[in-house]
């Protein structure tokens, strides 16, 4: 029994570094993404484009630890709640690297055309929005529920912003 509790440990031990690397890549995304279009640098901004892969992959692999995990171990309270946001979470991170391909696109295209006016407010947005992915992933590892609070303040402050 103590072994098959050890297993279950490390796989939530594995499904938590997969979500915090996954995180990670897809901070650096937004930075690469950001500085591809205000540095007009069409070969980042394909770059992040290629990446997205490895951000596809991740997502495929976490769900697929995740279902293993529900399917072997039936966890329940904590650790299902565990589960379910890790998997949630990834859906997420892999959406917003799938928007971050979308705006590589648009920033190759534009590179094509004279720059209009240098770009001010999406750098600022931007390291905003980074810095919500660290605490969105550093209060999932930590179960931290004020620093999860604290991040939808985060957003709800660059919301304002965009008013």
Known sequence: MEKLQRHFQDQLDVLSEKVLVMGGLVEETIGNVVSALVNRDSALARRVIADDEKVDRFDLEIDQ???EILGLHQPVARDLRFV???MKI???LERIADL???????????NEEPQLKPFIDIPLMARRAQQMVHGALDAFVQRDAAGARAVIAMDDELDDCME
Request: hydrophobic share 45%; with cysteine; glycine share 4%.
């Open 84 to 86: 379910i946001t890790a």
């Open 90 to 92: 990834t859906n997420d």
């Open 100 to 110: 971050c391909t979308n705006v590589a696109e648009r920033a190759i295209e534009l």
């Open 65 to 67: 630890i995740g279902m």
